[in-house]
């Protein structure tokens, strides 16, 4: 049955006929249209699903929609789970929401889900994204620090994309692995062989493309980005700035999801330098994304800034 609102209407002569016109176009551009707010709105939690791990334990996926961070951190169930239920409460300017999580078979994902989920490989639908291999990724140094507020603070991260898939559609070299050279100079210096080389592959995806999702898509390559994951952001500074790691799809918008954006070739080693700053004393947790376009990794560092 389909419920709606409940119009309780009184005959005045044109005038009601009228406002009853401009009443329903108002609800017609409201169940169409989507504000964009700065602040002030609550944050709703979302669980992505599950998947069962080689152990026999199960990881649940989570994010949230606000600024739209799917996957955003795992949980690791035992075996015996069961059909348990797990809860997340999350509570934002006043208002409490919740994220039901359970081992349900509807909720069951693989790798594909999850890169379809974020538009991974320009929204590709392709089977091989089902056994893609995730980025390597190392920080280097430790991963607990203490500085002093306005205090420079080197971060260096490495990152790899082990099977080269997704491949970039424009074949620029990418490390396989961090530290090492890129793909296509490890191919040139090895015996010919028979099987396409990863050039070959580029240009043939420049003329197929498999079929598409709907979600907004970025494309494949190889990228890295610090974020804040806990603590007052606006009291960070990153330099240089980093690329967004939500779907942000306004143009310009210094993002992989926004037009027009072209993926950066990385480093030649895979090795990101960044320098960060806190304005503010208190406890942050840095994270590293490394992402391939569809699947990604995350370390994070945490710092205690003083005064």
Known sequence: MIRGPILALRWVGPVALVSLTALLLLQSAGAQTRFTYSKGQSVSPAYEGWMPN????????FGYMNRRNPFLFTIR??????????????????????????L????????????????????????????????ELVVEGEARRTVKAGEPVPLVALAGDPDNLPARRDGKLQ??????????????????SAVPTTAETNAANLLYRPPSSIVPSSGPGLRLSWIVYRG???????????MKTWTDTRAWANSPWSPPFTIPEP????????????????????RAVASDGSLFTYKNVTVTVTP
């Not at 480093?267 to 840095?286: A, H, M, N």
Request: glycine share 8%; proline share 10%.
């Open 232 to 242: 007052k952001a606006s009291a960070v500074r990153f330099s240089p700035e980093q």
């Open 175 to 192: 490390p396989r692995h961090p530290g090492e050279r890129p793909v296509q100079e490890v191919e040139k210096a090895s015996a010919p």
């Open 104 to 135: 349900k078979s509807d909720y069951q994902i693989d790798k594909q889900v999850i890169s379809t989920e974020v538009g991974g490989d320009g929204g590709s639908l392709r089977d091989e994204l089902r056994y893609n291999i995730p980025p």
């Open 77 to 102: 169930l035992p075996q015996d789970f069961g059909n348990k239920e797990l809860i997340w409460t999350l509570t934002t300017h006043g208002r409490t929401e919740k994220a039901y999580a359970s």
């Open 54 to 61: 080689e152990d026999g334990s199960f990881t649940l996926y």
């Open 267 to 286: 480093p030649p080693d895979g090795k990101w330098i960044t320098e960060v700053r806190f304005q503010e004393p208190g406890i942050y947790t840095l």
